[in-house]
């Protein structure tokens, strides 16, 4: 027991005391979560205490200024909070905590273990928003990623470095092709960042991955939809920070987001609450920003010669793939997968719509046989689909086009190869040889 307690009698003896007077604001008003502070000039990001009587206190993040007053949104809900409650700051701004204590464990969007465990303690703190470094400081991708999904191994091969999204409607497969991702790949640490999504889902993943074998090397951080978007930003952010920490290190990660619509909902709804106009379908610039930032903190580093692959899902609202963020991720993004509802509607799962996914470093990392075999799996796949109404009418009129007699004559092989169960786990060496066995 005394062992747990040496750490913290060690790090409070070298703190030094503070002996400065305590600042503090009062709550001129609150709108909808939105606080007015006056009488306290603090930057933004910074933490805040908010107290509500009876001895308890509420969390707040600051956003922003406006008539001399400083703006706060609540990182909890506003019941019981009174006007004139004091606010007092807390902690350095604009830091998250970091470290190898939060290995294994699964924490909130502030740090905190939400699995059950003793709290977590470290001293390691990184910037919320990164350490922006030179373009040049990023190291070109150059080596395969395994995720153990055939179909992406073998027709949209990853390279360690690259940042995928994964983008489908409500309901199509991402949170179970995430998972099985998460199973499968090779990393030296997994960090999973699930965001605005349902508190079923965090639960039943930290169930499955915090008793399996790579526990060890996997942090979650958990922000369910019902929290407040602030704080769905932040878990974005300590998620990210995390990763940036593991690959100064050296180290291989993956970093999972679930989802980056679910964060530019977040950043939407905080531009709105301070008065910016929504631009693109009702989200504001800064919204569409966020994406950017998060995305472009991954990547291989060249100084410690460390990666973070990222891997983003992106919901399509209603389907639509022209949506403002499937667009904004898309171009940003070094390769997406597209999972098809009608594939998932036929029972095929994973429902990976194989000629509209892409990976952009497929042909820098692959050898130039495997490179032929993925496209003439890629034209089979295209030519069923686009005359599959013909073929199941009885209109087409075999002999009329070689190739898609083929595709035809293969369509139960080639989507056979594109289905894999959820437990199964096929690494690239494997995916890539079935391929060759199934078209050589």
């Known amino acids: 027991m005394l062992k747990l307690w040496n750490p913290i ?18 709550v001129t008003a609150c709108d909808g979560g939105l606080l007015e502070v006056s009488g306290l000039s603090v930057p933004v990001g910074a933490m805040c205490r908010v107290g509500h009587g009876r001895g308890k206190t509420l969390s707040a993040e600051v956003i922003g200024f406006r008539n001399g007053k400083t703006m706060m949104m609540l990182l909890g809900d506003t019941i019981l909070l009174r006007p004139g409650a004091r606010v007092c700051p807390e902690g350095r701004p604009g830091m998250l905590p970091v470290g190898d204590a939060f290995l294994g464990r699964a924490v909130d969007g502030e740090g905190h273990p939400i699995d059950g465990g003793l709290p977590i303690h470290t001293r390691l703190e990184w910037p919320a928003g990164g350490i922006r470094t030179s373009a040049l400081d990023r190291s070109p991708v150059r080596e395969c990623f395994d995720t153990g999904v055939r179909s992406l191994n073998a027709l949209t091969t990853f390279g360690v470095g690259q940042r995928i999204g994964v983008m489908a409607g409500s309901g199509v497969g991402k949170s179970v092709l995430i998972d099985m991702i998460a199973r499968g790949a090779s990393a030296d640490v997994i960090i999973v960042g699930l965001i605005g999504e349902r508190a079923r889902e965090v639960s039943d993943f930290v169930e499955r991955h915090m008793n399996a074998e790579k526990k060890g090397k996997t942090v979650v951080v958990a922000v369910p939809a019902d929290h407040a978007p602030n704080l769905r930003l932040r878990g974005a952010m300590l998620a990210t920070s995390m990763a940036e920490h593991f690959r100064a290190q050296g180290k291989r990660v993956l970093l999972i987001l679930d989802s980056l619509t679910r964060v530019a909902h977040a950043a939407r709804e905080i531009g709105l609450l301070l008065g910016e106009p929504g631009a693109a379908r009702g989200y504001p610039p800064s919204a569409l920003a966020t994406i950017t930032k998060l995305v472009e903190r991954a990547g291989n580093s060249a100084a410690s010669g460390g990666s973070v692959t990222g891997l983003y899902t992106v919901l399509a609202d209603g389907d639509n793939q022209d949506d403002p963020v499937v667009d904004t991720a898309r171009s940003i993004l070094d390769g997406h997968i597209v999972l098809s509802r009608d594939l998932a509607q036929r029972g095929q799962y994973p429902a990976v719509d194989i000629a509209a996914s892409l990976s952009r470093v497929m ?37 009329a086009d070689p190739q898609l007699d083929k595709a035809i004559a293969m369509h139960q092989l080639l989507t056979a190869f594109l289905c894999q169960p959820a437990g199964e786990i096929i690494d690239l060496d494997d995916s890539a040889a079935q391929l060759a066995a199934l078209l050589g």
């Open 363 to 399: 042909n820098d990392i692959v050898t130039s046989g495997h490179q032929q075999l993925a496209r003439q799996f890629r034209a089979l796949i295209a030519s069923y689909e686009a005359n599959r109404d013909l073929v199941l009418m009885g209109a087409y009129r075999a002999g």
């Open 9 to 26: 009698l060690a790090d409070l003896a070298d703190e030094p005391v503070d002996l400065s007077p305590r600042r503090f604001g009062l």
